[in-house]
C-alpha cells in the first residue's frame, strides 16, 4: 500500500500500463538503449504494455512480501525473515507450545544450577527469569539482537545488488534514460532486501530448531536478566546419549546459567561482543562476480527468475584488511573465551554432581566439530564461520589459570577487556598464565594486585573508573573500545 491507502499496483514504482487514465508518467524507459539492459537482458522492451505489466508483477510480488526494513528501519525486511522463521521451524513435525509441566521442570533446573554455580565462580547469578521456549518464543525474543548483528551486511548486499542492476544500463546510456530507469533499479533493492530478508528467516528458522538456549551460539541474544531453555530441543539434545533427560536438562541449565552470569556481571562484554560482529559485517564484500552471468540474457518480465538468479549469483567474501583481520581475531578470541570458560565452569560443578558430567561435555564437544548451530548460522548471516580449535585452546588456558590462580584469580580476568588473553596468549597458555615477561599475557604479580584491589577499586561517582583509570567491570559504565 502506497501512502494515502492507495494499492501499490495501482502505481507501480511510478508507470502506468497505457490506458490507466494518466499516461503522461514515463512510459518506455529502455526504448531506443540499443545494447544496454534492454538489450541484453529482456528482448524486446519496446513495448510499453509489457514493460508496465512486468513493472506491475514485481510490485504485485513486493507487495505480498512486505517492505524492506519493515520494523526495523533497516534495510532487511525483517517481518518477512521472522514469518519465515517461524514457519521454517514448524514444518517435519510443528513447534507445540511448552506444557506447564516442562515449564516447572526448566525453572527448577535453571534455580538449581545457580545454586551449584555459586560454588564454581565468583561471578554472581545472572538469572533473574527463568523461562522455558518454543522454537517460535526463541525466534521472537532474539530477533532483535539478530536485527543489530544482520543489518550491515544486508545493507551492503542490497546496496550492491541494486548497483550491479544499474550499472547494466551502460555507461553510454544518457542520463536522462537512467533517470527514467531509476524506479526499476528502487524496485531491485526492494527486491533484494525482501530477498535477504527470506534468506535471514531460513537461517534462523533453522537455527532455531538446533539451539538448546538463548546461549548457545555464545551471543547475548536474551533481553537482559532473562535465562531460557528449549524443552524440545533439550530432549533432542538427549536422544541417543543413554542418559536421563533430567540430568541431560541439568546440565544444559549449568551452560546457560553461566553463560548468564558473564553477561550479565561483564558490563563490557555485550557491547564487546555484539560491537566485534558489527565491525566484521561491516567489512565484508560482496561477490557480485556471478550477478553479471546470472542476469545476462535474464527475462525481466519473469521476476521470480531475477530473484532466483540474484540469489545464485550473490557470495560472501572476507576483505583482506587489517581492520577486517583485527575485527574477526577479537570475535574468534571473544567467542573462544566465553565458551572456554563456560566449558571449565560447568564441568568442575558437575563433576561428582552429575554421573554422566563426562558423556555431556563429550557431547557438546562433537556437536560443535561437526559444524554446530553457530558455525552455520554465522557463516549463512555475517560470513563467519567459527572455529572449535580456538575453543579447545581456550578451555585449556581457563583451565591452567584455575589450576595456577583459584576462581577468583581466573574470573578476575574478566573486570577488563584489556586483560582478556589475546589469539597468541591461546597459542601459548602457559606463558600467559605465568607472565612470561617476553609475553603479553598477565603477570603474577598483576594477577595478585588485582584480585586483592578489587572490592575498593570501584567507579568513582564522577567518572565511573578505578584506579589507573581503568574501568573495574563494576555499574553500567562500559569502557571505550
Known sequence: ????????????????????????????????????????????????????????????????????????????????????????????????????????????????????????????????????????????????????????????????????????????????????????????????????????????????????????????????????????????????????????????????????RLFAHVPWLRTHLLGAVEDYARGITVDLSGIEQAVSGLDLSNPEALQEALGDGISLTPAETPQQKAALARLETTLALVEGWVDTVVNRVADGRLPEAVKLAEAVRRRRATGGPAERTFATLVGLELRPRRLREAGALWRTLTDVRGADGRDAIWEHPDLLPTADDLTDPDSYVHGDPDAPGLSDADLSALTEQRPSEKPSDEDGEGENGKDQGKGDAEPGA
Open 1 to 260: 500500500m502506497h501512502a494515502g491507502g492507495k494499492p501499490m499496483n495501482d502505481t507501480p514504482f511510478g508507470f502506468n500500463r497505457p490506458g490507466d487514465g494518466d499516461d503522461d508518467k514515463p512510459r518506455d524507459p529502455f526504448g531506443g538503449m540499443g545494447g544496454g539492459m534492454g538489450g541484453d537482458m529482456g528482448g524486446d522492451m519496446g513495448d510499453m504494455r509489457q514493460f508496465a505489466d512486468m513493472l506491475h508483477r514485481f510490485a504485485d510480488m513486493i507487495g505480498t512480501q512486505g517492505a524492506p526494513g519493515a520494523g526495523s528501519g533497516g534495510p532487511l525486511n525483517w517481518d518477512l525473515a521472522k514469518n519465515i522463521a517461524r514457519h521454517t521451524v514448524v514444518e517435519d513435525g510443528g513447534d507445540p507450545s511448552v506444557l506447564d509441566s516442562e515449564r516447572t521442570k526448566v525453572v527448577e533446573a535453571l534455580r538449581l544450577a545457580d545454586l551449584w554455580l555459586d560454588e564454581g565462580t565468583t561471578l554472581p547469578a545472572g538469572i533473574r527469569s527463568p523461562q522455558a521456549w518454543s522454537r517460535s518464543e526463541w525466534i521472537e525474543n532474539t530477533l532483535p539482537v539478530w536485527e543489530k548483528v544482520c543489518d550491515p551486511i544486508a545493507s551492503r548486499m542490497v546496496e550492491s545488488m541494486g548497483g550491479a542492476l544499474g550499472g547494466g544500463l551502460g555507461e553510454d546510456v544518457p542520463a536522462e534514460m537512467q533517470a527514467m530507469a531509476g524506479p526499476l533499479i528502487g524496485m531491485v533493492r526492494q527486491m533484494a532486501g525482501a530477498m535477504v530478508g527470506g534468506q535471514t528467516g531460513q537461517a534462523l528458522g533453522a537455527l532455531a530448531k538446533e539451539v538448546t538456549s538463548s546461549s548457545d551460539v555464545g551471543l547475548p541474544l536474551a533481553p537482559a536478566g532473562v535465562g531460557a531453555l528449549l524443552p524440545a530441543a533439550v530432549t533432542a539434545f538427549g536422544d541417543g546419549l543413554e542418559v536421563s533427560e533430567d540430568e541431560v536438562r541439568l546440565y544444559l541449565a549449568l551452560r546457560e546459567a553461566a553463560h548468564q
